[in-house]
């Protein structure tokens, strides 16, 4: 298994451009979740879906910020406009629902917003 | 609002000696806990957990106490070696799905 996929690893763009992030979960997982860490707040917990649904987005920062799921090995989050307080590396997780907890996580996308 | 807290941001430690990572959490609906150690350039990967109805898990050189009264939780590793060197981060949940994490401590394990 591949694991968690996600693309790019590194982003560097302009304030206010607009940035997608992706992510594959792992196949047969039906819980994802986008996490944000910064140096200040470690990880923080922005969106998660169950059986591609989004169930709490109260950690998404501002209406800059949108996730979708269209299908159950695809999900993207989109940043726009972009501004430099952006600037952390963003993790996708997924998990089976109910079975413990475990999370896998993806090797995240570092995203540089200058 | 940081439901999950690491106050410590780093911890150096002899190798061969314990490791003590500590972890609180505000929320008393949590009923599930985790430790998930961090690499540079990598994801954190899952380390160990434990449920609400044990206070103590252990899995080799890793052991996780939880205190419920005192809502703290902690991590030992002992013995501790140069390889363990990381970020830990602590998370917590309800119902085994929606996890809050701390900040993370990284620890550096001498040689």
């Known amino acids: 298994d591949a694991g968690v996929i996600q693309s790019p690893r590194h982003e560097v763009t302009e304030m206010g451009q607009e940035v997608t992030l992706r992510c594959k979960p792992i196949s047969g997982h039906n819980s994802l979740f986008w996490y944000r860490q910064t140096m200040m707040r470690g990880l923080e917990l922005l969106i998660y879906f169950n059986n591609n649904v989004p169930i709490d987005d109260s950690g998404m920062p501002e209406d800059r910020f949108s996730a979708k799921m269209p299908n159950a090995s695809f999900s993207t989050l989109k940043i726009q406009p972009s501004e430099p307080r952006d600037s952390a590396v963003y993790f996708c997780?997924?998990?089976?629902f109910g079975q413990g907890g475990e999370q896998y996580f993806g090797p995240g996308t570092r995203l540089t917003v200058t | 609002d940081q439901q999950v807290k690491q106050n410590s941001p780093s911890l150096s430690v002899q190798e061969g000696r314990i490791s003590i990572l500590n972890c609180d959490y505000t929320?008393?609906?949590?009923?599930?806990f985790l430790w998930y150690k961090k690499y540079p350039a990598e994801g954190p990967t899952f380390l160990i957990s434990?449920?609400?109805?044990?206070d103590k898990n252990e899995d080799g050189r890793f052991t996780v106490f939880l205190n419920k009264s005192a809502k703290h939780l902690s991590l030992h590793i002992v013995p501790s070696q140069p390889g363990d060197s990381a970020v830990y981060f602590c998370a917590a949940g309800q119902d085994n799905n929606d996890m809050r994490f701390g900040a993370g401590t990284r620890l550096t394990v001498k040689p």
């Open positions: 997780a997924s998990s089976i």
């Open positions: 929320n008393s609906m949590f009923d599930y």
């Open positions: 434990i449920s609400s109805i044990k």
